[in-house]
């Protein structure tokens, strides 16, 4: 299953950024589909996910400036990213899950995007 990521770039701190993240060979009615980010030498985190039917999870540091959003006839799902700043720098990745409980944990997910750089400065 091949999932893509892109969107990425450098923003200016209280900027905005949307990650659109394709998985067009899902074919799952119940997948869950989240991101990631990872900054250099820090552990990849959990950033946003969202279940097929709508139910999402934020990571605390974003709630209130991130939404995660999920368009099922495009099989396309986004990360909106608004008042960023510049600790949100790092590597997005965006991953897939069939049988997903934790959200934030990474080793649930099945299959990844090669990530997309987001950066960030004050």
């Known amino acids: 299953v091949q999932v893509t990521e892109s969107g990425g770039g450098s923003v200016q701190a209280g900027g905005s950024l949307r990650l659109p993240c394709t998985a067009p060979e899902i074919t799952s009615n119940s997948c869950t589909m989240g991101w990631f980010r990872q900054a250099p030498g820090k552990k990849r985190e959990g950033v946003a996910a969202?279940?097929?039917?709508?139910?999402?999870y934020y990571a605390d540091s974003v709630k209130g400036r991130f939404t995660v959003s999920l368009d099922k006839a495009k099989k396309t799902m986004y990360l909106q990213m608004n008042s960023l700043i510049p600790e949100d720098t790092g590597m997005y990745y965006c991953?897939?899950?069939?049988?997903?409980?934790?959200?934030?944990?990474?080793?649930?997910?099945?299959?990844w995007g090669q990530g997309t750089q987001v950066t960030i400065s004050s």
């Open positions: 969202i279940y097929t039917y709508g139910d999402t």
């Open positions: 991953a897939a899950g069939a049988s997903v409980v934790d959200r934030a944990a990474f080793d649930e997910y099945n299959w």
